[in-house]
């Protein structure tokens, strides 16, 4: 079952992630599903809203029984949903949760729950590494994030805890306060702005006012830079904003091609990386259910073969090679990319784990 969002701040994100997921439940009933049983995908929509996610996890784990849970879209929303999940011992796999706390060091009991999507904690410095090798000497560097955003504030932390490591002087600013400095042309301009929030529009809204403003330095962000919805709305603006992505359409990997020509062949339109890794996230589950060996009449007992089997996973997919860390966070490359002001984007590079 999925608790995806498709409304509210998650259109830019749930709706390619249940067509990814549909992609692939297609797929493996096509080849016998799960040793002959039929996979079934029952979509939830939490409206973007942590509340509403909670309750629909507690129908999927207690009223409906599922096997286990794919999603929600959002961290603010796994955090209230996921406790629900592992107190009743059944498996998550998180496709997009990026904030800190999702797996291994949670603030709740959390042994139950996995992801597919690479943390911010992660991601956020390996990005900053590569800017930081393209700045000026003595450039400083602006860290944004919009008020009464918690996933845009605690990416920021990790964003500047990654510059402070990096050695270049930096601040926590609004976007009103950076498009003054550039517009008055004051000496303290940062030579990076680093963007981190949880909406796409709003990445894309920061980095048009930016180009507008006049400001002409590097430009980097978190996950939310990664959608191509954020990438054809700043249109021009964006090329050259940079961002650290779970996957990368170049990959020529046979397992990513694939993927791509069954997902324009289904919709008529290419997948980006939220689709990529809900398409992965269901073939993981599916990989591990069939070494589980499940019986379908004890629940418990099949959840927790499920967890024991996820753990195992070690193979190859359209995000690169894949596997879960002890704490059941990713293991897999890293595809630094850049927008290349037509929706698309560019590889800058790939770090390997």
Not at 266 to 278: I, L
Not at 331 to 342: F, K, T
Request: proline share 5%.
């Amino acid at each position: 079952r999925t608790d995806i969002s498709t409304t509210g701040d998650g259109v830019p994100f749930g709706p390619q992630q249940v067509k990814g997921a549909e992609l692939a439940v297609e797929q493996i009933n096509d080849d016998d599903g799960i040793n002959g049983a039929e996979l079934t995908l029952s979509q939830r929509d939490d409206a973007s809203d942590p509340t509403t996610s909670a309750k629909e996890m507690t129908n999927l784990v207690k009223s409906e029984k599922v096997l286990a849970v794919l999603g929600p879209t959002f961290s603010n929303s796994a955090a209230e949903a996921d406790p629900v999940a592992n107190q009743n011992g059944t498996p998550v796999l998180a496709v997009s949760n990026t904030g800190p706390g999702i797996v291994g060091d949670c603030d709740y009991p959390c042994d139950f729950i996995f992801r597919d999507s690479l943390g911010e904690a992660t991601a956020i410095p390996a990005n900053v590494k590569s800017l930081t090798g393209q700045m000026a000497q003595n450039a400083t560097a602006a860290v944004v994030y919009p008020a009464d955003d918690p996933f845009g504030e605690s990416s920021a932390q990790t964003a500047q805890d990654a510059l402070d490591k990096d050695g270049v002087s930096n601040a926590p600013l609004r976007i009103e306060q950076v498009i003054n400095l550039v517009r008055n042309r004051k000496s303290d301009s940062p030579g990076l702005v680093f963007i981190t929030a949880s909406s796409g529009d709003t990445v894309a809204e920061y980095i048009t006012q930016l180009r507008d403003a006049g400001y002409k330095g590097l430009i980097g962000g978190g996950n939310a830079m990664n959608s191509p919805l954020v990438a054809r709305t700043a249109g021009q603006a964006g090329e050259g904003a940079q961002s650290a992505a779970a996957w990368y359409a170049g990959n020529a990997s046979e397992e990513n091609q694939d993927f791509i020509s069954a997902y324009k062949e289904k919709y008529g339109e290419a997948p980006d990386q939220f689709a990529a890794q809900a398409y992965t996230g269901v073939k993981l589950l599916a990989d591990a259910a069939e070494d589980a060996d499940l019986t379908f009449d004890d629940l418990a007992a099949d959840r927790k073969a499920l967890k024991s089997a996820l753990e195992k996973v070690d193979e190859e997919t359209p995000l690169g090679e894949f596997s879960f860390t002890p704490d059941h966070d990713v293991s897999q490359p890293i595809w630094i990319v850049a927008m290349n002001g037509q929706g698309g984007y560019n590889l800058v590079e790939k770090v390997n784990p």
